[in-house]
């Protein structure tokens, strides 16, 4: 008989089977659903106690972090969009001047 043990906080763990006797198969594939989960990420950041002090100001730089990479994007398309209406405006000035 076999019996099955249930992790005390409710979740089912990570689980590959192995078909074919394909174990390299079935490894990588553990190691992208873990990945994909962030098991590797959290126990680097576990592995030393971090003070509640650092912890806020690692937050509030990732949030910054975050934020410029926003802003950079939307200026992006911003820049983009007045390139475009520029072109569009010259190609019309032409076009009623040559008229």
Do not use: C
């Amino acid at each position: 008989m076999i019996y099955e043990e249930k992790p005390a906080h409710g979740k089912k763990g990570i689980t590959v089977k192995v078909f074919n006797n394909n174990i390299e198969g079935a490894i990588s594939q553990l190691k992208r659903k873990v990945n994909l989960e962030g098991i590797t990420k959290e126990l680097r950041k576990r592995r030393y106690f971090e003070p509640n002090t650092a912890k806020r100001r690692r937050e509030m730089s990732e949030a910054v972090m975050r934020w410029n990479k926003k802003k950079d994007q939307i200026f992006e398309t911003v820049r983009e969009k007045r390139k475009t209406k520029k072109k569009v405006d010259k190609k019309v000035a032409k076009k009623t001047t040559s008229d």
